[in-house]
């Protein structure tokens, strides 16, 4: 093997080495490296790194991972079977806690903590009837407030980003039932806002009437008022007109008499022509 042989294996070597001894990650990704089986302290981020040739490159995704786990039956309190369809959501915090827990396995920490919420959903559904829980759904406030799988899930280095219930099924017999309960409850609401509505009509055709009787009795008034007024105005006018020719006065009040008295089918009287009564029509034929 000539020199010139020897120098193209070193270079292709060093070349080797080179490549063996830098990594890029990216930036979806965390890295940690394992000597022999170990892992080193410390964890990648994005970007361009060195190692030593033997150290191997172990990657975890660390965007957000979902999970959902449909089905899952619990008992409440009344015994009442229900299931329930609830989905959960990570990321990861810590790789390095992560690796020695799940051995870097996600299916692990999903079966991991789903089974830490199961045990959470069961405890807090076995406090409450199938009644009061259909009523106020805080079963995810509930596993929250706990800590428990928030705790689970940093002790599997990864954080809880959300958990929710997608479904609660009953059987058919308890749908039944809990259908006639809303029913009833409905009907219920509906009988109150109806005697409520019913009052409040009353009210209101009661406060009409007082207006209107108010009204009325204001334009009664009103109208005697200006009817006085205007008759004693007629009768101030009458009395200065018959104070200012009297003879004239008497002349129109018989007039007004005979316009009443005379002239109306079937009526009959009987008077004397040499009465007062007759006194402007003898005038009147006299001339």
Do not use: C
Request: no cysteine.
């Amino acid at each position: 093997m000539n020199a010139r042989t020897l120098y193209l294996l070193l270079l292709l070597g060093i070349a080797g080495l080179a490549w063996r001894s830098v990594f890029d990650v990216d930036e979806t990704e965390v890295a940690l490296l394992s000597r022999f089986g170990q892992i080193q302290p410390g964890q990648y981020g994005p970007g361009l790194h060195f190692r030593l040739p033997v150290d191997a490159v172990l990657r975890f995704d660390r965007r957000v991972v979902t999970r959902a786990y449909p089905g899952e039956s619990f008992l409440t309190q009344d015994q009442k079977s229900i299931s329930i369809d609830f989905f959960l959501k990570w990321r990861l915090i810590d790789a390095d806690a992560f690796y020695q827990a799940t051995g870097g396995d996600e299916d692990v920490a999903a079966q991991r903590i789903a089974d830490i919420v199961r045990e959470q959903l069961k405890s807090a559904i076995a406090q409450q009837p199938l009644a009061t829980m259909i009523g106020d759904m805080k079963l995810v406030a509930a596993v929250r407030a706990s800590g428990a799988v928030a705790g689970a899930a940093q002790r599997l280095g990864v954080e809880l980003a959300d958990l929710q219930l997608q479904r609660i099924d009953l059987s058919d017999e308890l749908s039944g039932a809990v259908f006639q309960r809303m029913q009833q409850s409905l009907a219920a609401q509906a009988q109150q806002l109806r005697s409520q509505s019913a009052a409040e009509a009353d009210r209101i055709r009661a406060d009409a009437e007082r207006r209107r009787a108010q009204v009325l009795a204001d334009g009664t008034r009103e109208a005697q008022r200006v009817r006085g007024d205007a008759d004693l105005a007629a009768a101030n006018a009458y009395a200065k007109a018959y104070g200012s020719n009297p003879e004239f006065a008497a002349f129109y009040r018989s007039l007004q008499a005979y316009k009443n008295t005379l002239g109306r089918d079937g009526d009959i009287l009987v008077l004397s022509p040499e009465g007062e009564f007759f006194k402007y029509l003898h005038s009147a034929s006299g001339r």
